[in-house]
T-cell receptor
Framework: NAGVTQTPKFQVLKTGQSMTLQCAQD?????MYWYRQDPGMGLRLIYY???????DKGEVPNGYNVSRLNKREFSLRLESAAPSQTSVYFC?????????????FGDGTRLSIL | KQEVTQIPAALSVPEGENLVLNCSFT??????LQWFRQDPGKGLTSLLL?????REQTSGRLNASLDKSSGRSTLYIAASQPGDSATYLC???????????FGGGTRLMVKP
């Protein structure tokens, strides 16, 4: 019953360092998403991948890149981390990118940028 | 731009009470509305999904309603229990890719 698995669970970076957050799902879902959750701002979509081989920007894509490595894996990369990127990052997946499919979330990566 | 608001931001009730959480959204052109539960330090768990053509969905002690034209949804929790204590989030789906816009959540505490 793994569902959506995110690694690492916690990370501390220095400003300017780079890092890749990993996400994998074992539900054979087509669509995957990256969100960030900040106090007072709720969850906001960073990038999504409606299907293998496609990626699109969400509400807050600046400072991030993504790779849909295969159907199971969707990674989020911070090329030059900034303190404003301190947040909790959630990966999610759904059966399709079309409507009326619930999204399933991982437990999150808690990232601090010093 | 879609905006989703949840009121109240926090709620504390004694065990056994029936309660209602509110969610409102500004753009009625949605595909569906979803209610999630988030426990501290954890991810989100999907509770109910209401399609835009539906009026309500039920799961156990939970009942969610949707009035798309007025931009409102409610989550009704019957006979609340301490285990219901969590943050409840609503989100609306719009556009290609089933993208979700979230409300800020209601933090619920059910006291024994």
């Amino acid at each position: 019953n793994a569902g959506v698995t995110q690694t690492p669970k916690f990370q501390v970076l220095k400003t300017g360092q780079s890092m890749t957050l990993q996400c994998a799902q074992d539900m054979n879902h087509n669509s995957m998403y990256w969100y960030r959750q900040d106090p007072g701002m709720g969850l906001r979509l960073i990038y999504y991948s409606a299907s293998e081989g496609t990626t699109d920007k969400g509400e807050v894509p600046n400072g991030y890149n993504v790779s849909r490595l295969n159907k199971r894996e969707f990674s989020l990369r911070l090329e030059s981390a900034a303190p404003s990127q301190t947040s909790v990052y959630f990966c999610a997946s759904s059966a399709t990118g079309w409507v009326n499919q619930p999204q399933h979330f991982g437990d999150g990566t808690r990232l601090s940028i010093l | 731009k879609q905006e989703v608001t949840q009121i109240p931001a926090a709620l504390s009730v004694p065990e056994g009470e029936n309660l209602v959480l509110n969610c409102s959204f500004t753009d009625s052109a949605i595909y569906n509305l979803q209610w999630f539960r988030q426990d501290p330090g954890k991810g989100l768990t999907s509770l109910l999904l209401i399609q835009s053509s539906q009026r309500e969905q039920t799961s156990g002690r939970l009942n969610a309603s949707l009035d798309k034209s007025s931009g409102r949804s409610t989550l009704y929790i019957a006979a609340s229990q301490p285990g219901d204590s969590a943050t409840y989030l609503c989100a609306v789906s719009q556009g290609a890719g089933n993208m979700l816009t979230f409300g800020g959540g209601t933090r619920l505490m059910v006291k024994p």
